[in-house]
């Protein structure tokens, strides 16, 4: 029952480590919004999509922003979007 146990910590651990493995963060001016697809490029080609609930009305060509997000199914999901000066 102990060796279940420990396997068991030791899987949830190793899939933490994994999912912090696909997060990042990125700081860059816009190039282009596609409200139709809610999502964003920015200059370095980087393309942000935004899940539902976070809104993309605020954004345009040539705002600098610092996105967090989160790699799944091949896509960049953004999980936070703060407009930052220059």
Known sequence: MKWMVRMAVVGLALAV??????AGE???KIQKVDQEQKMFVLEDGTQLFAP??????KLSEGTKVKAS???RDGK???TAI????E
């Open 17 to 22: 480590l994994v999912g912090a493995a696909w």
């Open 26 to 28: 990125v700081t860059g």
């Open 52 to 57: 539902e609930g976070l809104s993309l009305e």
């Open 69 to 71: 997000y989160e790699e």
């Open 76 to 78: 960049n999901w953004a």
């Open 82 to 85: 703060e407009v930052v000066s």
